[in-house]
């Protein structure tokens, strides 16, 4: 991608990009075991927030404060997906909405000197490598973030499908076909919806610190409940389930916004939204489905 | 504690119930009818504010007609949405995820258009019912009074529609059994279109009683949506009693809460409250197992 613009703009949305797609792999994580977390935004929240307050209250580095983050937000998971996961559908919906509204609530109006209150924290610094003085990489500009998110991001899908082609992925699948059916044959349904849930959060603790350290400003809003509604359409548009879905879903949207309907102005979102409901009106199977689709419409039968 | 600040409580945790309600029986008519979580339900709330504010705030038509006029706009733009949008999604695999995009998709373009064509201010609709009551002490506008009365009225003409007409009893029917109820020679996907439509034109008639009240802007929608979600739920999805209940509840807790705390520790404890009734009883206050 350098070698074709340098322009920082594109840079900046594509490490965007990046970060959604990380996020959007760790929506479809917990997705995978056939629940919906509203709260989902909210882990990110709890990478985000406690990443940054890592390195700037505690002075760490980044590179160890985001690993902490995720294991944070994976704990915090395990602990909230015990209580709720005994909830299924609509039910686990809304106390993910709860959770949500709750972590939005406190940031903004509780421990303000801590997090900031609703303004949130600003000037959050950008991680750097320092070995000895022979390698000096500070990851301000946005070509050297782009790289770093980039590889998390590849490392990212690769653990998913690493994942998905698992035994552990066979049995997720089984219990968010049926998970009455999979208990029968011996699965403890809920240990696995647990394990999903925490392993989805602990990808979106990583999305939250990248987002946090690469826009350098949080606030309490960024990590609400709306803020996972737009993921969630990326997943379903991409393809739910499948691996590639949500990265396809994730690139093919937010390219189309900031790239093209750009221009439109004021009638970007109407576009979008009219575009979503086409493409969830033709294709509810989501974009991964079309290459089936133009065979099974064109191509030769086999 | 003075007693006529208890008497305001009151009146406004009836009155924000209400309003509560006539979103959320709608949202829960359409889950218990077709299973979708109907994510632009509150544009429909939106649009009906709008209707007011054109039809009775500007050209002058009479306030009850704006109310009707609403009632078979956003009623007959639902019927449509069921018609070209959800009713073909019903059939799919995971229909209660897309249906729920599309639905967003939806909200979205709403939202826009109401930007587009109406602007992004504040609009306020003139009062219709002026003046203030006094009862024991308490100061009372002629407004909310007449707003918990309207809502009183559409919500019981909606009990009466449910429980003695046939179409009604048809709505009853594929809500408990789809299969069931087409054997009994119920048009399954007229019933649906029915209460989508019924569903928003409630919406609708929300808006126009409270556009005198609360301002209306495009992102109104937005803001009420997820409160009624939270309402519906914690009735019991699918329960229309149960909606008018949680609505109910919702209303005291906020305008009661209001009284002792500021906002944000409201919204706090009546979500730790929703959480605790919701882990002793699951299925929601008068929902089914």
């Known amino acids: ?302 | 504690m003075e007693f006529f600040l208890l008497v305001q409580a009151v009146v406004n945790g009836v009155m924000l119930g209400l309003f509560y309600a006539l979103i959320a029986l709608g949202l829960s008519l359409i889950f218990g009818i077709m299973g979708i979580v109907n994510f632009a339900h509150g544009e429909m709330y939106m649009l009906g504010g709008y209707v007011a504010y054109y039809l009775f705030g500007t050209f002058g038509l009479n306030y009850f007609a704006a109310m009707i006029a609403a009632l078979i706009l956003i009623g007959g733009l639902g019927a449509l949405l069921e018609k070209i949008i959800f009713r073909p999604l019903t059939a799919r695999p995971q229909m209660a995820l897309t249906s729920m995009i599309a639905a967003l998709g939806l909200a979205w373009v709403f939202q826009m258009m109401a930007i587009i064509c109406f602007g992004e201010l504040d609009k306020k609709v003139p009062s219709v019912f002026k003046g203030i009551i006094h009862i024991a002490g308490a100061v009372l506008s002629k407004e909310r009074l007449a707003a918990i009365i309207i809502g009183t009225v559409l919500i019981s003409m909606l009990n009466l529609f449910l429980l003695r007409t046939k179409a009604g009893n048809a709505i009853r029917a594929v809500a408990q059994d789809k299969e069931a109820a087409a054997l009994q020679g119920v048009n399954v996907n007229r019933i649906s279109a029915l209460s989508f439509s019924i569903g928003c034109g409630l919406a609708a008639s929300a808006g126009v009683l409270m556009a005198p009240i609360f301002v209306i802007n495009p992102s109104v929608g937005s803001d009420v949506i997820l409160k009624t979600f939270l309402v519906v739920v914690l009735g019991g999805m699918g329960s229309i009693p149960g909606a008018l209940l949680g609505a109910l509840l919702l209303g005291f807790i906020e305008s009661f809460g209001c009284l002792f705390f500021n906002v944000p520790t409201v919204s706090v404890l009546s979500f730790i409250l929703i959480l605790i009734i919701l882990l002793v009883r699951p299925q929601g206050l008068l929902g089914r197992d």
């Open chain 1, 1 to 302: 991608m350098p070698l074709i613009t340098q322009e920082p703009y594109t840079f900046h949305i594509l490490c965007l990009i990046g970060i959604n797609v990380i996020f959007a792999c760790s929506l479809n994580a917990i997705l995978n075991v056939g629940e919906l977390n509203l709260a989902h935004a909210a882990f990110m929240g709890i990478g985000a927030y406690s990443s940054t307050l890592l390195v700037m209250r505690l002075n760490l580095s980044f590179w160890v404060a985001m690993p902490l983050a995720m294991i944070l937000a994976a704990i915090v998971s395990l602990f909230i997906g015990s209580i709720t996961l005994r909830f299924k559908g609509a039910y686990f919906l809304l106390f993910t909405f709860l959770f949500a509204e709750l972590i939005r609530v406190l940031l903004s109006n509780f421990g303000v000197s801590l997090f900031g209150g609703i303004p949130g924290i600003t000037n959050i610094p950008g991680p750097s490598i320092y070995i000895g003085n022979l390698v000096r990489i500070h990851f301000s500009s946005k070509i050297h973030f782009y790289y770093l998110i980039l590889i998390l991001t590849l490392f990212t899908i690769f653990v998913m499908r690493r994942i998905d082609q698992s035994r552990i992925g066979m049995v997720f699948k089984a219990i968010s076909q049926s998970d009455v059916l999979a208990e029968s044959i011996g699965i403890s349904s809920m240990k696995f919806k647990i394990l999903g849930c925490a392993l989805g959060c602990f990808f979106a603790g990583m999305a939250g610190s990248l987002y946090a350290h690469f826009v350098g400003i949080i606030t309490p809003p960024d990590f609400a409940v709306h803020a996972v509604l737009t993921p969630i359409a990326y997943v379903v548009i991409g393809g739910i389930g499948s691996v590639l879905g949500p990265v396809i879903g994730t690139v093919f949207l937010m390219m189309l916004s900031h790239f093209f309907l750009r221009q439109f102005g004021f009638y970007e979102m109407l576009i979008y939204g009219v575009i979503i409901v086409l493409i969830i009106r033709f294709m509810p199977e989501g974009l991964i489905s079309l290459p089936r689709r133009l065979q099974m419409r064109f191509g030769k039968p086999r």
